[in-house]
Antibody, heavy 118, light 113 residues
Framework: QVQLVESGGGVVQPGRSLRLSCAAS????????MHWVRQVPGKGLEWVAA????????YYADSVKGRFTISRDNSKNTLYLQMNSLRAEDTAVYYC???????????WGQGTMVTVSS | DIVMTQSPDSLAVSLGERATINCKSS????????????LAWYQQRPGQPPKLLIY???TRESGVPDRFSGSGSGTEFTLTISSLQAEDVAVYYC?????????FGRGTNLEIK
């Protein structure tokens, strides 16, 4: 059973940093592109960032470009999202999701809540 | 960026009746090199992450009941639930994965009438 488990969320002041992790199990993590998607509670889904299976290419939403960095450690089966210069509008549930070449986002984690507030 | 326009925002359907959700993209999601539409549908129940229902516009994910079907090509797509069940109450999102930034529709809140 493929599973993704996010961690690292919490309450942080504006301008501070936070690093999210997404631990994968049950599949060959290094075969898949991975994504972060966020959702303000009660609102819609917003794609945040993507990284290729080998980490060679990374893509970001304009709203986080220059502040967030996506990375992965295939030896640890873990995806990361380093979030710097956090703003109130970054407050959301952050999901990691797997995207094989043959389908769309087929596996999602349960999400981790990030609250940016003074 | 590709804009995904989903309609309606909310929908109330009687049990056993058909539910139809529409999604339009601001540019074609059809990639001619592989003959695929890069369009997916997700179901999200309260307190849960999204669940993939349909990908490549019309391919049902493994384990998804066959009352769920997807159709369309290019810029216009439809998700149909042929006979609504109580467990289908959820928010449904369309999603384009044709190009980054990937984008989602605003969601359709499906309820029982």
């Amino acid at each position: 059973q493929v599973q993704l488990v996010e961690s690292g969320g919490g309450v942080v002041q504006p301008g501070r940093s936070l690093r999210l992790s997404c631990a994968a199990s049950g599949s060959t993590f290094s075969h898949y592109g991975m994504h972060w998607v966020r959702q303000v509670p009660g609102k819609g889904l917003e794609w945040v960032a993507a990284i290729w299976y080998d980490g060679s290419n990374k893509y970001y939403a304009d709203s986080v470009k220059g502040r967030f960095t996506i990375s992965r450690d295939n030896s640890k089966n873990t995806l990361y999202l380093q979030m710097n210069s956090l703003r109130a509008e970054d407050t959301a549930v952050y999901y990691c999701a797997r995207r094989p070449e043959t389908t769309a986002f087929d596996v999602w984690g349960q999400g981790t809540m990030v609250t940016v507030s003074s | 960026d590709i804009v995904m326009t989903q309609s309606p925002d909310s929908l109330a359907v009687s049990l056993g009746e058909r539910a139809t959700i529409n999604c339009k993209s601001s540019q074609s999601l059809f990639y001619s090199s592989d003959n695929k539409n890069y369009l997916a549908w997700y179901q999200q129940r309260p307190g849960q992450p999204p669940k993939l229902l349909i990908y490549w516009a019309s391919t049902r994910e493994s384990g998804v009941p066959d009352r769920f079907s997807g159709s369309g090509s290019g810029t216009e797509f439809t998700l149909t639930i042929s006979s609504l069940q109580a467990e289908d109450v959820a928010v449904y999102y369309c999603h384009q994965y044709y190009s980054t930034p990937y984008t989602f529709g605003r969601g359709t809140n499906l309820e029982i009438k």
